[in-house]
């Protein structure tokens, strides 16, 4: 899960991070009484969304005056702020941030995020802050230090050391910089974050560290441990289609092409939509019904697939164990009878109660195609598609 920086700014300073501060508004006028709040000669206006290269997109502004604010304001609110991490449909700015403007020596990069290889935290740190940190690790590998966390221990004092040494920080600095960066750390282990990134961290022209930007993740398998923070959360910020799937327990992802897929299990959905591709189409989505899923569930998940008007066909690919093949054939009978499906459909059953599942689906008299491997059924389904386009 993700939240905006505004929250997670809060969140850090409950751990000593030094951030720059901000006031969130909604409308010109509270914008135009924020700039006042920072002394009424300077303000950094700041789109609220969950994107990066905001400032790229028209969604970062210095300002200097009352009339100023509040004009930014008015045309910031309300725009489709489109970045490289939007998409071109962009996305909608709800809410501001109105911060103080700072005096900048120097900008950093600091962040920690799991190395999965390591199976461990790893806090990375570069003298060259502001930029795709992604791009500097592959260009530029030696600007960046990344030092692994022990889950129990937490970051340690000489490692918070080496990284304020790393990016050309003075003494002085570097007392600062030391519980700033363990703070970094705590707040990112005891959340259960899977990402904790400011970019760029600053030195102000009055020798402050300060976190400029803050952008948190969240595992959201670990949110009922933060009641607080799964609070957070906003859906406008989420595909609509995404939100309607986690109400029902489905692990659902938009993607580009025009096989729709439901399956259980995420490595036989990164099998199905592999061999969807093998066979010469794209899938529409990744759409995990789990172990557990009710009929009303799987109704609910067609009901999903078919709202994405790119989708030309449905592969129903499921090994049953836990989800027996029975439960799934009467999710689909049902999921028929409520929700119109008029694009092919193909139904792959294996596992627990396979028999029961195919007798149930063969005497339902719906218009579907059996399939009895993920490989010929994902041929099928691929088939079945491209014979419906216009010629």
């Not at 050391?161 to 003075?170: E, K, P, T, V």
């Not at 750390?185 to 259960?192: G, I, K, P, T, V």
């Not at 709202?307 to 449905?314: A, E, F, L, R």
Request: with cysteine.
């Amino acid at each position: 899960m993700k939240i905006h920086e505004y929250q997670g700014k809060e969140i850090l300073e409950g751990y000593g991070v030094r951030v720059q501060r901000g006031i969130l508004v909604d409308t010109p006028d509270a914008a135009g009484q924020a700039f006042q709040s920072w002394g009424g000669t300077a303000a950094v206006i700041k789109a609220q969304v969950h994107a990066g290269g905001r400032g790229k997109g028209g969604g970062v502004k210095f300002v200097t005056s009352l009339s100023e604010a509040e004009s930014v304001a008015d045309a910031m609110l309300g725009m489709q702020l489109v970045t490289h991490q939007t998409g071109p449909e962009g996305q909608k700015v709800r809410k501001l941030m109105i911060c103080e403007a700072l005096d900048l020596a120097a900008e950093y990069y600091v962040g920690i995020a799991l190395d999965r290889a390591l199976g461990r935290p790893v806090l990375m740190v570069s003298a060259e802050g502001g930029v795709e940190i992604e791009t500097l690790a592959l260009e530029r590998p030696e600007a960046l230090l990344k030092l692994p966390i022990d889950p129990a221990a937490g970051l340690q004092a000489y490692q918070a050391r080496r990284a304020a040494f790393f990016l050309g920080l003075d003494a002085g600095q570097v007392r600062q910089a030391v519980p700033f960066l363990l703070g970094l750390a705590q707040a990112y282990l005891e959340n259960d974050c899977e990402l904790a990134e400011i970019n760029p961290l600053v030195l102000t022209e009055q020798g402050d560290v300060v976190a400029l930007d803050a952008k948190m993740t969240f595992d959201s398998s670990a949110l009922f441990r933060h009641a607080d923070i799964a609070e957070m959360r906003d859906e406008h910020e989420e595909d609509a289609k995404e939100v309607e799937a986690s109400r029902f327990g489905l692990n659902y992802i938009t993607l580009d092409g025009e096989i729709g897929c439901m399956v259980n299990g995420a490595g036989l959905a990164m099998a199905t939509m592999d061999t969807i591709k093998a066979h010469g189409s794209s899938p529409a989505n990744f759409l995990d019904v789990g172990g557990s899923a009710t009929e009303e569930a799987i109704t609910e998940a067609f009901r999903i697939i078919l709202s994405d008007s790119k989708v030309k066909g449905i592969l129903v690919n499921i090994f049953g164990g836990i989800m027996k093949c029975d439960i799934i054939a009467r999710g689909v009978i049902a999921a028929a009878k409520n929700v119109r499906i008029e694009i092919p459909l193909v139904v792959r059953l294996e596992g627990t109660n396979v028999e029961a599942g195919r007798t149930l689906l063969a005497e339902s008299g719906l218009d579907l195609i059996a399939a009895s491997s993920l490989d010929e059924g994902a041929s099928l389904i691929c088939t079945a598609v491209t014979s419906n386009k216009p010629s």
